[in-house]
T-cell receptor
Framework: NAGVTQTPKFQVLKTGQSMTLQCAQDMNHNSMYWYRQDPGMGLRLIYYSASEGTTDKGEVPNGYNVSRLNKREFSLRLESAAPSQTSVYFC????????????FGPGTRLTVT | AQSVTQLGSHVSVSEGALVLLRCNYS??????LFWYVQYPNQGLQLLLK??????LVKGINGFEAEFKKSETSFHLTKPSAHMSDAAEYFCAVSDPFSGGYNKLIFGAGTRLAVHP
C-alpha cells in the first residue's frame, strides 16, 4: 500500500515547454486534488476531481489542465510552462466529497527557467 | 471568501518548552478544521482534525488543538517540544460555501524550530 505516489520528483523545464505530472493512489479514494505550494502562501488548490469522470477548477487553475484518467490516476498538464509556475506540486486524495482527511503525495519540485 | 491566518511564519522554542502555534479563520459558519505537518522534503501529514463534538482535539505525536468558536481560533499546542517536532505546520479549514465540503483552504504555514 503505497498511498499517493507522484512522478517525477524533480523537473526542470524551459519556458514554453510542456509536461505532465502524474499522480496515482491505491486507497480506492473517490476524490483527488492538485495543489501548488509557494513560500509564504501555503497550499493553493489548482484543480480537483470529486469523483471519477469529473473535474473542477480550484483557486489557481490558469495555465493548467487535468485529466482524471480512472479512479486511481489524476494527471496535471502544463501546456506552455512559465517561470511563474516554478513551485512544488502536491497531489492528494480523500475518500469522498464529505470532509474526510486528505492524503498527500511526496510532491514534485518544478523549476521553469 | 474563507481565509486562514497563521500568526508567525517562524516560531522557535527550546526542547521541553511549550509549543503554541496560532490559527484563526474568517468564516461565520463553523468550518471543519485541520492541522497538517510537513517534514523537510515530504508531503503533508494530518496531525488532527475538528469536525463536530468535543472542542479539544488530540492528535498524533502529543499535539492537541482547541476549537474556540467565539474567537474563531484553532490553536495547536504541545506541552513539551521535542527535536523531532521541527517542521512546518499548516492550519486548514473546509470551505462551507464551496458547494461541498471537499475543498480545504490552507494558511501560509508556520515553521517550527526546536533548539537544544
Amino acid at each position: 500500500n503505497a498511498g499517493v505516489t507522484q512522478t517525477p520528483k524533480f523537473q526542470v523545464l524551459k519556458t514554453g515547454q510542456s509536461m505532465t505530472l502524474q499522480c496515482a493512489q491505491d486507497m480506492n479514494h473517490n476524490s483527488m486534488y492538485w495543489y501548488r505550494q509557494d513560500p509564504g502562501m501555503g497550499l493553493r488548490l489548482i484543480y480537483y476531481s470529486a469523483s471519477e469522470g469529473t473535474t473542477d477548477k480550484g483557486e489557481v487553475p490558469n495555465g493548467y489542465n487535468v485529466s482524471r484518467l480512472n479512479k486511481r490516476e489524476f494527471s496535471l498538464r502544463l501546456e506552455s510552462a512559465a517561470p511563474s509556475q516554478t513551485s512544488v506540486y502536491f497531489c492528494a486524495s480523500s475518500e469522498g466529497q464529505e470532509i474526510h482527511e486528505q492524503y498527500f503525495g511526496p510532491g514534485t519540485r518544478l523549476t521553469v527557467t | 471568501a474563507q481565509s486562514v491566518t497563521q500568526l508567525g511564519s517562524h516560531v522557535s522554542v527550546s526542547e521541553g518548552a511549550l509549543v503554541l502555534l496560532r490559527c484563526n479563520y474568517s468564516s461565520s459558519v463553523p468550518p471543519y478544521l485541520f492541522w497538517y505537518v510537513q517534514y523537510p522534503n515530504q508531503g503533508l501529514q494530518l496531525l488532527l482534525k475538528y469536525t463536530t463534538g468535543a472542542t479539544l482535539v488530540k492528535g498524533i505525536n502529543g499535539f492537541e488543538a482547541e476549537f474556540k468558536k467565539s474567537e474563531t481560533s484553532f490553536h495547536l499546542t504541545k506541552p513539551s517540544a521535542h527535536m523531532s517536532d521541527a517542521a512546518e505546520y499548516f492550519c486548514a479549514v473546509s470551505d462551507p460555501f464551496s458547494g461541498g465540503y471537499n475543498k480545504l483552504i490552507f494558511g501560509a504555514g508556520t515553521r517550527l524550530a526546536v533548539h537544544p
